[in-house]
C-alpha cells in the first residue's frame, strides 16, 4: 500500500537552521509522534509536507503524490493545524463552519455537530470570547469534519488544561476508525505521542535521530541498576546508551534489551540489583545526549 508520507533525503537550508537528509515514512491508517524539543525542525517539516515550504533536494511525497508538483490536489486531502494559525476573531464558530463547507464538499454537518458537543462549543459565540483551549478545539473541528485523509499537526495540545487534553486526544483517536486516515502529530510533551502514536521518531538539530514503532522502543529501552565496576568491556555492550557511575552503584540505560542482556552484564561481574522499562521521556532525553557524543 503507498504510504501516507514518503521522505527520501530530504533537506532545507536557512541562514540558521537546515533539516539534514531526512528519511520518513509513515504507513497509511497511522499515528506518527514526531517527538523534538524547540527548534528541533518539526514545524519545518510539517510545512515541508504541506507545501508551504520547498525542499532543496531529496523527494517528498504526500498520499502517492510528488511534491510540489501535485501540492494543490494534495491540499484538498490534508488538515493542517499550528500552533500560529488564526481564526477571525470578530466572526462567529458558526461562520466559520458555513465558510468551510462552502469550500469542501467532504464537510459533515452531523459529525461537527457531535464535535461541538464533546469539546463543549457555542456555535453562536464569537471568537474573541473563547479561551486558548477552546479556540484550538474550534479549529480541531473545522479540520475534522471536512475528513481528511492525512491530518498534519503541529503542537495541537500546547497550553491546554489537562481535561481539553484529554477531548483533544479522544477525538484523534476517533479519526483512526477509519483505517485509511493518517496522522503525522508533532509535540515536546511526550505523554501525549506515547498515548496515541503506533510510532515514534525523534527530531533533533534537523536531524532524525532515531524512529521505529512504539512498542520496539518501549521493550528496547532499559535502565538497569547494577553492583559493580565500571569497564571498557561494559561500555562496549550493544545499545549503552548511558552509565552513570556511584560507585559501588551503576546505573545503566540500554537501547538493545533482550534476553542476552542481564546475563552478558553478570559476565562482566556485576550484581544487577534491579530492571525497569523507561518511560518515552526518558528515552528521548537518552537518545539526544547520545546523538551529542555520538
Not at 16 to 27: G, N, Q, S, V, W
Not at 152 to 158: A, G, I, K, N, S
Request: proline share 5%.
Amino acid at each position: 500500500m503507498t504510504p501516507a508520507i514518503a521522505l527520501t533525503g530530504v533537506r532545507k537550508r536557512y541562514d540558521d537552521f537546515a533539516l539534514h537528509d531526512i528519511d520518513l515514512t509513515l504507513p497509511r491508517g497511522q499515528v506518527m509522534g514526531l517527538v523534538g524539543v524547540n527548534g528541533a525542525g518539526k514545524s519545518s517539516l510539517l510545512r515541508m509536507l504541506m507545501g508551504l515550504v520547498r525542499a532543496d533536494g531529496g523527494e517528498v511525497e504526500v498520499l502517492g503524490q510528488r511534491l510540489p508538483q501535485a501540492q494543490v490536489a494534495v491540499k484538498r486531502q490534508i488538515g493542517y493545524a499550528s500552533d500560529d494559525m488564526r481564526l477571525y476573531r470578530g466572526q462567529t464558530l458558526r461562520w466559520h463552519m458555513d465558510f468551510i463547507r462552502s469550500v469542501y464538499p467532504e464537510w459533515d454537518e452531523p459529525y461537527a455537530q457531535t464535535l461541538l458537543k464533546r469539546f463543549d462549543l457555542r456555535p453562536q459565540q464569537a471568537l474573541r470570547g473563547f479561551s486558548h483551549g477552546q479556540r484550538v478545539k474550534a479549529l480541531l473541528l473545522l479540520i475534522f469534519a471536512r475528513h481528511p485523509r492525512l491530518l498534519l499537526l503541529d503542537e495541537p495540545t500546547t497550553g491546554l488544561d489537562p481535561v481539553a487534553r484529554g477531548e483533544v486526544l479522544d477525538a484523534i483517536a476517533e479519526v483512526l476508525r477509519d483505517e485509511e486516515r493518517s496522522i503525522l502529530f508533532s509535540s515536546h510533551n511526550t505523554a501525549d505521542i506515547e498515548q496515541i502514536a503506533d510510532s515514534i521518531t525523534f527530531l533533533h538539530a534537523g536531524k532524525v535521530i532515531a524512529s521505529r514503532d512504539k512498542e520496539t522502543f518501549l521493550d528496547n529501552w532499559r535502565r538497569i541498576v547494577c553492583r559493580g565496576a565500571v569497564t571498557d568491556a561494559l561500555r562496549m555492550l550493544p545499545g549503552m546508551a548511558s552509565i552513570r557511575d556511584s560507585a559501588p552503584m551503576v546505573e545503566l540505560k540500554t537501547g538493545a534489551f533482550d534476553d542476552s542482556t542481564l546475563p552478558a552484564l553478570q559476565a562482566l561481574g556485576l550484581s544487577v540489583e534491579s530492571e525497569e522499562p523507561m518511560p518515552l521521556e526518558d528515552i528521548f532525553v537518552t537518545t539526544v545526549r547520545g546523538s551529542h557524543n555520538a
